[in-house]
């Protein structure tokens, strides 16, 4: 009889807050514990997982996590970095996101359930997810699917590498597969260019102002015809360059040279970091809970025994 072959390997990065935010306002909050506490967002991020791996079948997978949601080297580059996310009352405090108090309380259960189960939490201090995700994307050495709603992380996309984002922006269960043709189509560049895309035409959901003028259009236009951010510069400040089929025309030129303070510290704030020190996590996807004891506490504590024996399912017929 002939040996199984093992399956392909491949890697499962999620952008965890990005998909218990989305839990958490996708789920009825009437999805509670018997004490009351609210758990949607919990039930909801199983659910998500329990889905993502039957349809993947990930044989690594790692849930990235925000150490740090807004970097104060970031910030010290751009001060409006995120700054409308900030707390209010505690603009003092730059490192309080603005979290609904249901979902904040719903945050530690999420930690537990997820170290119970085996599963791979990886952080890294004074970084985000975002960072995270593009370290252990970068050299995987087998394909990564990478789901988020974030349209960062379109830079990392990447066809030669099998690098694919899974866009969770109109929801899990409608999520797209990014790749290089997808940014192609929607935005007019290629993925590679996504991060200098990005940096030009700003994105208020980050506070980054981009540069005033220059939208999606504008941005791949002149990424098509300089190819990156450092050769759209050299054209507008040698507007009398040698090359006559380099210049660049006096409308944009305005506008990108109005801004050279900006975009000589933007993209390193857009850039994902992907040289994290991560000390090596074992992001192997548990064919069964590290900690049933534990993982079964948590269940009954919580009320929520269905959505941990759909996932105690979906990973025992992935072993």
């Known amino acids: 009889m002939p040996a199984t072959q093992p399956a ?16 958490f306002f996708g789920v009825p909050d009437s999805v509670t514990a018997p004490d009351g506490t609210p758990v949607n967002a919990v039930r909801g991020l199983l659910d998500f997982i329990s889905r993502l791996v039957a349809d993947y079948e990930p044989t690594h997978l790692a849930c990235c996590w925000d150490n740090d949601w807004r970097p104060q080297w970031r910030v010290d580059l751009i001060p409006t970095y995120k700054a409308h996310r900030v707390v209010a009352e505690r603009q003092t405090d730059p490192d309080v996101e603005e979290v609904p108090d249901p979902l904040e309380k719903q ?3 999420i930690e537990a359930v997820l170290q119970a189960f085996g599963i791979a939490v990886v952080g890294a201090d ?31 996309v990447d066809d030669e590498q ?50 005033a003028g220059i939208g999606d259009k504008t941005a791949a236009v002149l990424l098509g ?15 009398e360059g040698a090359d006559p089929d380099a210049k660049m025309g006096p409308g944009p030129r305005g506008k990108v040279t109005a801004a050279l303070d900006y975009l000589e510290v933007a993209p390193r704030v ?47 017929a992935r072993a």
Not at 128 to 156: H, K, N, S, W, Y
Not at 298 to 314: C, D, F, H, K, N
């Open 8 to 23: 392909p390997q491949r890697l499962m990065l999620l952008d965890t807050a990005s998909l218990y935010f989305r839990a």
């Open 107 to 109: 945050v530690p259960i």
């Open 126 to 156: 004074h970084h985000e997810a975002d960072d995270v995700i593009g370290t252990l994307a970068t050299g995987a050495g087998m394909p990564v699917d990478v789901v988020t709603g974030d349209r960062d992380l379109f830079q990392l």
């Open 162 to 211: 099998e690098v694919r984002v899974l866009y969770t922006a109109r929801g899990v269960g409608r999520h797209e597969r990014v790749d290089e043709a997808w940014v192609r189509e929607r935005y007019g560049v290629e993925a590679a260019q996504y991060a200098a895309f990005a940096t030009l035409r700003g994105d208020s959901s980050d506070g980054l102002p981009g540069v």
């Open 225 to 239: 015809r300089f190819g990156d951010l450092d050769a759209i510069l050299a054209a507008a400040t040698d507007p």
């Open 270 to 316: 857009v850039a994902v970091v992907r040289d994290l020190d991560l000390g090596g996590p074992d992001l192997a996807l548990p064919a069964s809970p590290a900690d049933p004891e534990m993982l079964e506490a948590i269940a009954e504590q919580w009320g929520l025994t269905s959505p941990v024996e759909r996932l105690r399912e979906v990973l025992a």
